[in-house]
């Protein structure tokens, strides 16, 4: 292939750097995602029918103090204070992996001075291990819970 202006070693010189710079790039996602496999053990599930890494992963620590209480009631098996708990979540919104119809549960994450179950829900997925997602604004948005932090 002719061009103009150009020789052989710079056409030579540009490919091996494009293809050293796609070699680093490859290099550092692999290493970025061992290195967020290692440090997040819990993260790293998907839902059997879906993938979550877009998801913003946040520490149940940094939730609202109910979130936490919530998590425990769903490790327990309940007693749930709502009779909507632990009842099948259908995501019509789309915004979690689409999983099959019963894939999902959801429970209300309690809201202090609110006399309904107000908007906030951790709805869990039926992962090995058990995958929890917190919406704070009734399945606007939602974020992938680690509950070891």
């Known amino acids: 292939m002719w061009l103009p202006f150009t020789t052989m070693s710079e ?5 091996v750097k494009v293809l050293l710079s796609l070699l680093l790039v490859l290099a550092g996602m692999s290493a970025t995602s061992a290195a967020a496999s290692a440090a997040e053990p819990v993260l790293a599930a998907q839902a059997a029918c879906g993938d979550t890494s877009g998801f913003r992963k ?5 939730l609202p103090a109910q979130a936490t ?5 769903i490790q327990r098996g309940g007693p749930y204070p709502y009779s909507q708990d632990n009842q099948t979540f259908y995501n019509r919104e789309g915004i979690l992996p689409a999983c099959s119809t019963g894939y999902y549960k959801e429970y209300t994450v309690k809201t ?6 107000g908007a906030r829900r951790i709805v ?3 992962a090995s ?3 929890y997602f917190y919406t704070p604004d009734h399945y606007a948005s939602f974020v992938l ?3 070891t932090r």
């Open 124 to 126: 869990t997925g039926n």
């Open 69 to 73: 209480d919530t998590v425990r009631l």
């Open 11 to 15: 056409i030579t010189s540009r490919t």
């Open 112 to 117: 202090p001075g609110v006399s309904t179950r």
């Open 129 to 131: 291990p058990k995958l």
């Open 58 to 62: 946040v520490a149940l620590s940094g």
């Open 145 to 147: 819970v680690d509950i």
